[in-house]
Structure formats: structure tokens, C-alpha cells
């Protein structure tokens, strides 16, 4: 008999809130946030960027804005994780909404040292107002980058295979499918959320392409070969991360990204 299996418009429904919630704590608790506290003005509040007028703002203070927003992606990756160890046992909606917002926080803290480092774009960038600006030398600061965010990528991957392999229910290869299955449609739910969102912006497809695609096509591109990392031995009884519908979750996370892609898609201008 085969292994009970999450609800799919449940798992499509808190992957979506899941991803909205990581971009959105990233970019206005993060770059906003900072851009406010250190002096500068926010002129633009969009759904994957934030514009600050750094006028008067000092070379650092500048960087630490950038810095910002991968700074909280990995905070609320630590603090996810944390948060796990007292979930009960049969919050399996929690559970793996808890887990799935620590790695995608941790991923896109790593993956912004490897893109950046790479394409020179993005927060830790050599741009006027990425972390890179006038750094020296800045192939090898690049070179350090993409090196330390492949390591730390890798890690993460890791990391977070290992922490969901014991509630991934089922045996053998049976068991690596299904959590491949579970994974790809958080994976995909992801990039379609964030790609609708983005082609809501007002700058154009630039946007789309280096923000809204880049992190969740690219930055969360763990999603799709971690399951490969589980334990192919170990066998889980059980329900395991198999849950009924929830309208409660489902509710909550189509008014959460609607309320997201409406306000802050189309970009508040300030």
C-alpha cells in the first residue's frame, strides 16, 4: 500500500506563502528597513526590490543596506531551524512550512555570495550600491565570493535534506520520489508565484529576469536535487509529512500573496 502523501493544493498553497514571506521579510525588513535606520529614504517599495536615496548616506552605510537584505534571509534561516525542534510531532503543515522558510532564508543568503560573486550583480555586487562597490582587489573578492557561496550552498542543501529526511515518510526509492514530487511542486509553485508577481513591476522584464527568476528559478534551485541527498536505507512509519486539506492554510496563503502581488507588485512609490 502505498505511503499516504501530502494534500497538493495544501502544499502548493503554504510553498506559495512560504516563498512570499522570504522575499518579503528580505526585502522591506531587510533593505527597508535599513535604508530607513541609516539615514537614507526609501523612494520605492516594489515586491523583489527596494530604492533608496542614499543621499548623505556614507560609503558603508550604503553597503549595509545591501548587505541587509541577505543578512535577515539567513537570520530567518537560523531562526526556522531553531524553531523546528519545537514543533509537535503531528503540526505537519507547520512543520514543513517552518522547514521550508529556513531553506529558502539560507538559501538565498548562500546563493547571493555565489550570484553575485559570478555575474557581479545583485546585493553583495560591484554596483554603485552593492556590497562589492570599489572593493580591491575585485576579481579576487569575486573569486572569494563565488567560492565561499558554492561551499555554503552546498551546505545549506545538506543541511536542510538532513533535517527533513526522518519526517519524509515511506521506504527505498519510493520514499526519494515522493519527496522529489513534494519538492518540485514547492519548487515550481515558487517560480510561477514569482514570476506573476514580477511581471507586475513597472521597470520592466529586467526585473523579472535578474530578481523575480533569478531567486527563485536559480536561488532555490536546491529544491530540485536535495531529495537525492535523503537516507535511500532508512525507512519512516507513519504519516510522516502527509496532511489533509487545510482551508485555514489555504486561505491564509491566497490572501497573503494576492494581498503581496496587488500592493506591493505594481511598486509603492514614496
Given at each position: 500500500m502505498p505511503a499516504p502523501r501530502p494534500d497538493r493544493l495544501t502544499l502548493v498553497a503554504i510553498s506559495a506563502l512560504a516563498y512570499v514571506a522570504g522575499v518579503a521579510l528580505h526585502e522591506h525588513l531587510g533593505h527597508a528597513?535599513?535604508?530607513?535606520?541609516?539615514?537614507?529614504?526609501?523612494?520605492?517599495?516594489?515586491?523583489?526590490?527596494?530604492?533608496?536615496?542614499?543621499?548623505?548616506?556614507?560609503s558603508a552605510a550604503v553597503k549595509a543596506v545591501a548587505a541587509a537584505g541577505p543578512l535577515i534571509s539567513a537570520t530567518i534561516g537560523i531562526v526556522s531551524f531553531r524553531a523546528l525542534r519545537h514543533i509537535r510531532g503531528?503540526?505537519?503543515?507547520?512543520f514543513y512550512f517552518t522547514w521550508l522558510l529556513g531553506s529558502l532564508g539560507l538559501m538565498s543568503a548562500a546563493g547571493y555570495f555565489l550570484f553575485s560573486g559570478i555575474s557581479g550583480l545583485g546585493d553583495l555586487g560591484t554596483d554603485a550600491d552593492g556590497v562589492l562597490h570599489g572593493a580591491t582587489p575585485l576579481w579576487g573578492w569575486r573569486l572569494a565570493f563565488a567560492v565561499f557561496g558554492a561551499v555554503a550552498y552546498w551546505w545549506v542543501v545538506?543541511?536542510?535534506?538532513r533535517r527533513l529526511d526522518a519526517h519524509v515518510n515511506g521506504v527505498g526509492r519510493s520514499r526519494i520520489r515522493a519527496a522529489r514530487m513534494m519538492a518540485l511542486t514547492t519548487y515550481l509553485t515558487g517560480a510561477v508565484a514569482f514570476t506573476a508577481i514580477g511581471l507586475l513591476n513597472p521597470h520592466g522584464f529586467v526585473i523579472v529576469a535578474t530578481s523575480a527568476v533569478a531567486s527563485s528559478?536559480?536561488?532555490?534551485?536546491?529544491?530540485?536535487?536535495?531529495?537525492?541527498l535523503l537516507d535511500r536505507r532508512r525507512v519512516v512509519a507513519g504519516p510522516g509529512?502527509?496532511?489533509?486539506?487545510?482551508?485555514r492554510w489555504t486561505g491564509a496563503a491566497i490572501a497573503v500573496t494576492l494581498t503581496y502581488a496587488i500592493i506591493f507588485g505594481p511598486t509603492i512609490r514614496l
Open positions: 528597513t535599513a535604508c530607513a535606520l541609516l539615514g537614507g529614504r526609501v523612494t520605492e517599495l516594489g515586491a523583489f526590490y527596494v530604492n533608496c536615496d542614499y543621499t548623505g548616506m556614507s503531528d503540526a505537519r503543515i507547520a545538506r543541511y536542510a535534506a528559478v536559480g536561488g532555490t534551485s536546491g529544491l530540485l536535487w536535495m531529495m537525492q509529512l502527509a496532511f489533509a486539506r487545510s482551508w
